[in-house]
């Protein structure tokens, strides 16, 4: 055993090596798990292997334990041997490629496509990211510090698996006065976000294999959370009204779960007419459908008034209502909501309990004291203002400085815009150049399940971005289109 070159050959010393004990341990796991020290072999004693290795007795013996303790060597009154390992586990080990059999990811991961790049989200032009440095940081950890002192010790704990009742409450106060939802805070589920909250829709109303319909172009996220539940995707397209469902597929296709963002579609900006919202109301019910109505932006309305949420417009709508804190804070806060139907609220409530653990209890009780003393109406009222300039910036720089032919959509509301443009600027070709000069807007064609020539144009974000800087941005989003034109 000891002329075992994994036994043998000294062990490291000096600066950067690893301590003797950690490197003899793993050592021996190694030739173990290689098949070169067979089960049932002996180990030399602690004594002749310390003074092999020029090491301390004392070395040996903890390693000895460890490895005991972790089930490779057996100790007994013989001495330390070799325990008895899986012969295909050691086959395995020898093994340079994974066999035939090896276990394999799910399939429902196959079709979930990365359509995204990997950006820095501070740059410029950033769709869907507020303004970040115009947080009020101050009034934020003055609610921390009060939730912290309120409950030092029940802060750090496991909370209500559906979330902090005090926030579930101020959610469900603000709701019905803001945004007209019909609700209380026993039918409010806090989740990691709006993604959570698709998520978990999926969860509790599918089974594989159902149907699900989404927007076209839409909101990444909700296809990835139905294709996480291995659910039947359908894109359903948008038009300047919202999404727009042909009778035939009401007959063809009929959905399990019809995800929509009728205030503020994503990305088109458009918003979903009051007809369409009552016939989707009625022929979901009718279908045996739920609709998952993402408010994720709805605050920020530029133009008139809120546009009240579909979800409060009948009672007893088939509506589970997503919010987000997302855009109203900040991204890192991942606070989002759930408002669950009466119709299946008491039925879900017990399995979602189940489900879910309790978490973020200081994030939720700080949000909820930022809700209670006025600090989010502050807030909000400072962001539309402010996000109400940067559009009209944005706007202008568009008129005076994309000198190509282009298409404004939507654009009443929410932290972007979209421009649409002629198939001869490829959208994908110019946000990879703007990426490359420090932009970052989103290709409105990577929004589609199967872009179509309409799709071609650039979603651009104003939230993070201050309204001196656009003329530059645009004149150089003007350059860059241009020179994508020529390459064509």
Not at 39 to 67: C, F, H, M, W
Not at 353 to 366: A, C
Request: with cysteine.
């Amino acid at each position: 055993m000891t002329s075992s070159a994994l036994l043998a050959s000294p062990l490291a010393r000096g600066p950067g090596a690893l301590p003797r004990q950690r490197q003899l341990i793993q050592r021996l796991k190694q030739a173990i798990l290689a098949g070169h020290l067979p089960a049932g072999g002996k180990l030399p004693s602690s004594r002749a292997l310390a003074e092999e290795l020029d090491i301390s007795r004392n070395t040996v013996l903890i390693a000895y334990e460890q490895l005991t303790a972790e089930g490779f060597v057996i100790a007994d009154r013989q001495g330390t041997r070799v325990a008895p390992l899986s012969a295909a586990a050691v086959a395995a080990k020898r093994a340079a490629p994974p066999p035939a059999g090896a276990p394999a990811a799910a399939r429902r991961l196959a079709r979930i496509v990365s359509t995204r790049y990997a950006h820095d989200g501070s740059l410029p032009m950033t769709p869907g990211t507020p303004a970040l440095t115009q947080f009020p940081l101050n009034a934020w950890r003055r609610a921390q510090d009060r939730a912290l002192q309120a409950a030092p010790a029940a802060t750090l704990g496991y909370g209500h698996p559906v979330g902090e009742p005090a926030l579930r409450e101020a959610i469900a106060q603000y709701l019905r006065v803001s945004r007209g939802v019909r609700c209380d805070a026993s039918r409010i589920v806090i989740t990691e976000g709006a993604q959570g909250a698709l998520a978990l829709c999926a969860q509790l109303l599918t089974n594989p294999g159902d149907t699900a319909w989404i927007e076209d172009p839409g909101y990444r996220g909700a296809k990835s959370a139905f294709l996480g539940g291995d659910l039947d995707i359908v894109a359903q397209r948008v038009d300047g009204d919202g999404i727009a469902i042909p009778d035939s597929a009401w007959r063809e296709r009929p959905p399990r779960l019809i995800q929509t963002t009728p205030t503020h579609q994503y990305p088109t900006g458009a918003v979903l007419s009051l007809a369409r919202r009552l016939d989707l109301i009625e022929r979901a019910r009718q279908a045996g459908a739920w609709i998952i109505e993402d408010d994720y932006d709805s605050e920020f309305r530029h133009q008139g008034e809120p546009i009240a949420a579909m979800q409060g417009l009948v009672a007893d709508a088939p509506v589970l209502y997503v919010g987000t804190f997302s855009k109203t804070m900040f991204p890192a806060l991942r606070l989002g909501f759930l408002v669950l139907p009466e119709a299946i609220a008491a039925q879900a409530m017990p399995s979602i309990i189940e489900m879910l653990r309790g978490g973020h209890r200081l994030e939720q009780l700080t949000m909820a004291a930022f809700i209670e003393n006025g600090q989010f109406s502050r807030h909000l009222g400072r962001m539309r203002r402010l996000y109400r300039e940067r559009q009209t910036a944005l706007r202008d720089a568009l008129a005076g400085h994309l000198g190509i032919e282009h298409e404004v959509l939507g654009g009443h509301g929410g932290l972007h815009l979209t421009v649409r443009l002629p198939a001869a600027f490829p959208d994908q070709d110019i946000v990879r150049m703007a990426r490359a000069a420090g932009m970052n807007p989103g290709a409105l064609s990577s929004f589609a399940v199967s872009p179509r020539p309409e799709d071609n144009g650039l979603v651009i974000g104003y939230g993070n971005t201050g309204a001196d800087r656009f003329p530059a941005l645009v004149r150089r989003l003007q350059e860059i289109a241009v020179e994508c034109g020529k390459r064509r």
